[in-house]
């Protein structure tokens, strides 16, 4: 797997954490001393990946069991040496999302090291 593929597979593990309210995926996708970082309502909201774990494990029931339908689009991909920042649009909890995801590689993986969210509409 290349690592555009790579990166691919990690952020259909972090949508999958959201979309089927699964903690250990979002554990999976994000580096440990990740942040999550955006305005909420206006709020600038900031999580550990731990409080953003948490927070998506408790979703339930999951916007899969809703029946509503996965919504997301990778709108960018920029790779440079071991580093990476992705945008991607996704569908979550009724709102639409704009995600800058900086990435990085450690061995052959891929992960989430930060996160900056922005709430369209």
């Known amino acids: 797997m290349d690592d555009k593929q790579a990166i691919a597979a990690t952020i259909q593990v972090y949508f999958d954490s959201m979309y089927l309210s699964e ?16 305005y909420m309502g206006g709020n600038l909201l ?3 990946v731990e409080e ?7 979703q339930t029931p999951s916007a ?3 029946g509503e339908a996965p919504m997301l689009e990778t709108l ?12 991607v649009r996704d569908g979550y909890l009724g709102m639409i999302f ?11 993986n891929w992960v989430i090291y930060n996160k900056l969210f922005h709430v369209e509409g």
Do not use: C, W, Y
Not at 53 to 58: K, L, T
Not at 98 to 108: E, F, G, P, Q, Y
């Open 23 to 38: 903690r250990d995926k979002v554990l999976q996708a994000f580096h440990p001393n990740a942040k999550i970082t955006g």
């Open 52 to 58: 953003f774990a948490n927070f998506v494990g408790a």
């Open 76 to 87: 960018s991909v920029d790779i440079t040496g071991h580093t990476a920042v992705a945008k």
């Open 46 to 48: 900031e999580q550990t």
């Open 64 to 66: 899969k069991d809703q």
């Open 98 to 108: 704009v995600d800058t995801l900086s990435m990085l590689k450690l061995a052959d």
